[in-house]
């Protein structure tokens, strides 16, 4: 197994267009989440799924954001209309259901440059 | 409000001494609490976790103390080597193990 990865590693787009980021989890975990970073803080949570199941959305994501995990299997996070607030490294993590002592797996990020 | 702490930006020590990274927490939910590492551009990297059931975990030269009447957790590691260089993250759960609250790390140095 190549662990969690995240295409693609680097995206710099224009304000107000439309992104979309991808993550393949490890394939036997069926937790999957989304988190961002920027600089000097740490992840900040933003969605997680059991299987295809969103079971978790903070109440930071606006409506511009939206994660799918359609076949329980890879993941896509889309944001609409970037603004330049929306610049941060976008991580993906998996795991088990009952992996806590084991924690996450996060992959390598995508980072996100709004121009 | 933010509800995991690291109030030490930054920490220097000596190879083969001793580190110590401090987290302070307020929300008594949490149940579960992880350290990661990370290196630059890299995803965190899991390191050792303990349960609120607990006052002490060690793994090798890791080892994680929790205090929970005071919400603190610290990790020691003993010695310290140059390749420990790293921001370390501390994280914190609930019971139903979804989302994790991270702090906003400790870079650690470790000098030769």
């Known amino acids: 197994d190549t662990g969690v990865s995240q295409n693609p590693r680097h995206k710099i787009t224009k304000r107000g267009q439309n992104v979309t980021f991808r993550c393949d989890p490890i394939s036997e975990h069926n937790r999957l989440y989304w988190y961002r970073q920027t600089l000097g803080q740490g992840p900040e949570f933003l969605t997680y799924?059991?299987?295809?199941?969103?079971?978790?959305k903070s109440r930071l994501l606006s409506d511009r954001f939206s994660a799918e995990r359609p076949k329980g299997s890879f993941s896509t996070l889309e944001i609409q209309r970037t603004e330049q607030g929306d610049s941060a490294m976008y991580l993906c993590a998996s795991s088990l259901d009952e992996s806590r002592p084991y924690g996450y797996t996060f992959g390598s990020g995508t980072r996100l440059t709004v121009v | 409000d933010q509800q995991v702490k690291q109030n030490s930006p930054s920490l220097s020590v000596q190879e083969g001494r001793i580190s110590i990274l401090n987290c302070d927490y307020t929300n008594s939910m949490f149940d579960y609490f992880l350290w990661y590492k990370k290196y630059p551009a890299e995803g965190p990297t899991f390191l050792i976790s303990i349960s609120s059931i607990k006052d002490k975990n060690e793994d090798g030269r890791f080892t994680v103390f929790l205090n929970k009447s005071a919400k603190h957790l610290s990790l020691h590691i003993v010695p310290s080597q140059p390749g420990d260089s790293a921001v370390y993250f501390c994280a914190a759960s609930g019971t139903n193990a979804g989302k994790s609250t991270f702090g906003d790390g400790t870079t650690l140095t470790v000098k030769p």
């Open positions: 799924f059991q299987n295809e199941a969103q079971l978790e």
